[in-house]
């Protein structure tokens, strides 16, 4: 598949006509990331992430024809849905049943065959095999509500689980726009991380259940799908086939408890406010078999 680039840009509106459903607006590429430069009297943008250059006229003329997507989680701030949600977290734990968030999530989507670029995240709970050890009823209860919040929280990202695995999960985020796609994806693993903090271990807290950390890696690339076949047992399976998925695993393996990591192919597609939040990290290229392949951590 071919390679993917973004731009970014500061829109300023210009004018709107609800009769005709137009909106005419100025774009100009992002002072955050751009830095405006002339070789040879032709003038460019010097990405200062990507270490790139973009002519000017040729930035113009991908722009023409472009479609434009919307996607938006349904919720307005990680926060103040995790106040939310601790609430009703705490009535559960309490046997109260589970009570839904108003916000509708998106209902789950069985991953489809066919050959595309998708995001996926890996979430793990750390030392999820010892806290078993110590406390498996407790864990069980502190899993089960887990796995409803987070993975609720996941649908309001318009995300779907591939696959849990015991002590985590892995999501993906499917959909025509690479650029909303890949920012919903950093968007939703530090959402994660909120939630976990602020609503599920609050209310595991006062039930006096010992609290979850997790670390989230994520990566974006082509995926597809091959049939598994034991003919001497009847085995079969689908499964995913994807190297953007075993880098996402990969990268949570060597995320440090409480944090999410991103890899190269993700980073260099998402938005500026993202990469003005990523630091660069130690990481055994091995692992995927890329030569420097290059990790950032959220922070």
């Known amino acids: 598949m071919e390679k993917k680039g973004r731009f970014d840009f500061s829109i300023e509106v210009l004018s709107t006509d609800n009769n005709t459903r137009t909106v005419q607006f100025c774009a100009r590429p992002d002072p955050r990331r751009y830095d405006s430069v002339t070789i040879d009297g032709v003038p460019y943008y010097r990405d200062r992430y990507l270490e790139t250059l973009i002519a000017g006229e040729e930035m113009a003329r991908e722009m023409s024809g472009l479609p434009i997507f919307h996607l938006q989680p349904s919720i307005k701030s990680a926060p103040e849905y995790a106040l939310a949600r601790k609430q009703a977290a705490v009535q559960e734990l309490s046997g109260h049943g589970h009570t839904p968030p108003p916000e509708r999530a998106t209902q789950h989507q069985e991953y489809s065959d066919s050959l595309r670029d998708i995001a996926f995240l890996s979430v793990d709970i750390c030392g999820a095999t010892a806290h078993r050890r110590r406390d498996a009823a407790g864990f ?141 990290v130690q990481f055994d290229h091995r692992a995927v078999g890329i030569d420097n392949y290059r990790v950032y951590e959220i922070r």
């Not at 209310?203 to 609290?211: G, R, W």
């Not at 049939?227 to 079969?236: A, D, E, M």
């Not at 880098?247 to 944090?259: D, F, L, N, Y």
Request: with cysteine; hydrophobic share 45%; charged share 20%.
């Open 140 to 280: 069980e209860r502190a899993y089960d509500l887990f796995l409803k919040e987070l993975g609720t929280l996941v649908g309001q990202f318009n995300a779907s689980i591939l696959k849990t695995t015991g002590d985590g999960f892995i999501a993906y985020i499917d959909h025509p726009s690479f650029t909303s796609q890949c920012d919903a994806t950093v968007d939703l693993g530090l959402s994660l991380l909120v939630l976990l903090r602020d609503a599920v271990n609050p209310a595991l807290a006062m039930v006096d259940l010992a609290p979850l950390s997790i670390r989230i890696g994520a990566d974006y690339g082509p995926s597809t799908t091959r049939k598994v076949l034991i003919p001497s047992t009847n085995f079969q399976a689908m499964e995913v086939a994807s190297d953007a998925l075993n880098r996402a695993v990969k990268i949570q393996e060597s995320c440090e408890p409480g944090t999410l990591r991103i890899g190269r192919e993700l980073y260099e597609l998402v938005h500026v406010q993202w990469l003005e939040r990523a630091a660069p």
